[in-house]
């Protein structure tokens, strides 16, 4: 987890409303204190940016060679399939 990693400590300004609702997830035991909320805000950011790279490459794959008929049935068969199964 975070403990074993070398961190560095930096100085953040927010606004008051931000500021408020950080203290409300403190206060209400959500986070144990600002430094960790902040934290797992920017952990989320970090996969926010990560999985947007992930989707870029996907489109910018399927543009270069799109998918076939074929290729296209058998994704939606797959996918129904799997909602067939799903215990709903």
Do not use: K
């Amino acid at each position: 987890m975070l403990s074993d990693m070398q961190s560095e400590q930096i100085a953040v300004r927010l606004p008051v409303e931000l500021l408020s609702a950080l203290d409300d997830m403190v206060r209400h035991g959500t986070y144990a204190n600002r430094a960790a909320a902040v934290r797992a805000g920017v952990r989320l950011l970090a996969e926010a940016e990560r999985r947007r790279h992930v989707d870029e490459s996907l489109i910018a794959g399927y543009t270069r060679v799109p998918p076939t008929p074929a290729g296209e049935a058998a994704a939606f068969a797959s996918l129904r399939q799997a909602i067939v199964e799903e215990p709903w």
